[in-house]
């Protein structure tokens, strides 16, 4: 028999390890200004931070939970909407009509503000409900879903369908959103005296911010008990049951933590891109989340940020070009199918395996059979 | 001894299938029954029948002394029923430390449970349950690693983190081997006394270990109540296993 | 009355080609449970297959039909050999996989073709209207109704009265057991598969000269084709028709009442409710818990 603390060990390393990785990455993302002193790259780079923030909520509701949400843009664009209005009305009158009226609402004869847009006059009143209406959103799709025990593909399938059903509805009702141009022409993002310019740096301090921010929440989660119950939840949801939970109590929660953090991301998109469009909630932009969560790793918060970081980064270098861009979806289309294929937990399961190998190799653990057994049957395991 | 289980009438037809038909049964409190029969007697859907997993259409089930019948899956389990599936079903990416966390469920709202954290105050505990399953050495491991057996071991800790009264297990010694089946024998000869347990068993030399009084379904009403030696002489036993492997 | 009349002509030729989009996507997801997402873009190549062999080789829409049909089966078949085979225990990810598919696809077409829209012609005989009780409607669009009936009535006799449908039908239900009989259900869930796919390119080839064909066509077509056969119930291809007829009517009239986008939003909504308390679909009497 083995002294018990020799097993607590490897975990507790683990965790460590975990926790210096995620510091060191918030640490790196402060420090990209030190280095970098021209605002249109910062700019491009808050950028790329806002789209590893989607990511992540993503991981955290489909790689932890099992939710495979393929609307999680829905949460994305309704945030960015709610950014955008208020910001629209904050517009000196150049750009908007009469009666402080937005312009594209009085090119569309509208002659008076519509009441969903009265209380965005407050920017409070937005930024709260850029979180709050993706995360009632998805409480009240989870609850429709999850207490009627739909899951697995008739989940995916059904967020997918309300995404293109709000997508339709955001360009058909152009008298109120804009339609296919969105909301464009947008005062600068103030709270509290601060100025957030979008080409700045102090915008991009407040995403790095928010996204370490949710980050470390989100992995606080993920250690919390609940959290070990999402994991339980995707592992065996049915055995979940039996051992007296709510199952479907916890896969809203997930749901909605998820489209909360994806909403704020919306949010920080339209103050770095200065607009906001129905391109920000279709369905392109849901598959690249998903196809970045999955390339970096779904079950990992910092592997799917990074998956978002660097294959956005790399298709926003390309996309100078036309064809290069093409050329660069149907990679990534590839990509996608080979990771799926071979590598379920992306690039962080990739690196945690040859961790683990490392780790075992000088004189082995003092687990003993233990760990050696499970390496072998994990990597049994993955690939079946 | 008191009386802990006590089904009454209990029926469940599947198309017009009746797969459970006005089944009575009893079971006193800190009792080991095993549940005995032929493939497709209904044992696996009685035990359904009990945990919530399917919905009776008549009868009653009452635990200890109230009506569980007609609860949903989560209440029951919150009453304290416990239950192994056929198919063994853990956690397998969870390392088997976690899984237990899982199972020993005190709080289980979402609320509290998403501020509490993941590897509680009571791990000594757990690790206690992990010995007595002899998993000391995969406290850590995740559970893919486990072998059949040790999976099978591990459902039973989980029950026990869970802190069930009244045990059901499905099977439990199915496809182990010789040494394996005399561990699964002897950790249910441990739990007897504390826990109340309804085993449902194809291998009559495991049941032979461990039973007190065995109950013998047919389709899907009880066909005889009585000890070991009783059921192995009884003829109409015999006439249902006729042809069966199971050697009685 | 007429109103009305025209309303549900509208509605049957919408449920048309509903069904004709939906066919093949019931075969391949009732038979195998695979959620094929390329399945729009199947539909997508058959139309530019139309296209091309028209531009390039001068042939008419109905001729390039048979070569759609076994061009686009014999790349479902690649697909299912290539890809999804190996994903049989994974239903989520098979969706994820397809997508990657149909994006590959998609983005193919775009280098090679080219991005603009591209316009194929009816048939002459087959431009003018005909005259229903009055009502005039497009005679293509008779012909695509007519054809899907035919085309569907084909499929059942394919699927439940010969050799071939019953292997499938024994495979699918226990895969292992069919194999010691002899049946290879590698080649039988190819096949199915190509089949299915070949349907979605004939799909493709029809509706291209009712729309405009582009490489992004085939995108909402899946959904639309799944929430059919969900609807439908899975198992049931006799479903699949009537919920297929059932929401082009829906969709045709809320269009009349409202507009279009409103109509498609509508009828999307109304199954997800439909779907949330009659899993098993509208039209399957009986399920297995
Ligand atoms: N959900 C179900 N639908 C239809 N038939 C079922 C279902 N569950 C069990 N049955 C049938 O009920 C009978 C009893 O099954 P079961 O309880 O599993 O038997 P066993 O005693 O071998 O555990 C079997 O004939 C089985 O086919
Ligand atoms: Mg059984």
Redesign the pocket.
Known sequence: MFDSSAHANPTRNRNRLQLALYLAFCVAIFAVPLFIDDDFLLNRYARYLVLGMVAMALSLSWGYAGILNLGQALSFGLGSYAMAMTLKLKTVPIHTGPDGLPDFMVWNNVETLPWFWVPYQSTAFAIFAGVAVPWALAAILGWFMFRGRITGVFVAIITLAILVVANLLVIDQQRYTGGFNGITDLAQLEILGLEFDAYSKSTYFLVASCLSVCLLGALAITRSKAGLIFQAIRDQEERVRFFGYDVAAYKIMAMSISAAIAGLAGMLYTVVMEFASPTFMDVPLSLSIVIWCAVGGRQSLLGATIGAIVVAGMQGALSESETFLDTWMLVMGLIFVLVVLFLPNGLAGLLDMAGRRLMRRPGALAGGPAPAKGLSGQKAKDQT | MTEHLHIEGLGVE??G?K?VNDLNLSVAQGELRCLI?P????????LDLICGK?RPMHGSIRYRGREIARLPEFQIARAGIGRKFQVPSVFRQLTVRENLEVAHCKHISVYTNILRSGRSAESDGLEKLAAFVDLSDYFEAPASVLSHGQTQWLEIALLLAQDSELILLDEPAAGMTHQETQKTADICNRLKGKHTIIV?EHDMGFVRQIAQVVSV?HQGTLLMEGTVEEISRDQRVREVYLGSTLGI | MDFLLQNVLTGLSIGSILLLIALGLAIIYGSMGVINMAHGEFVMLGAYGTWALNAFFGMGLLSSLVVVFFGVGLLGWLVERGVIQFLYRRPLDTILATWGIGVMLQQIVRLTVGGELRYVEMPHALTGTISILGTEISSYRVFVFVFVVALFLLTWYLMNRTRFGMQLRAVVQNSEMSACFGIDPKRIYGLTFAYGAGLAGLAGALVAPLKSVSPEMGTSYVIDAFFVVVLGGVQSIFGTVASAFLLGEATGTLGFLWNDTIAKALVLVGIIVLIRFRPQGLFVSKV??
């Open positions: 599947f198309n299938f797969a029969g493939n497709g007697a209904g044992k696996t859907t009685t399917t449902v379904m | 297995r818990g």
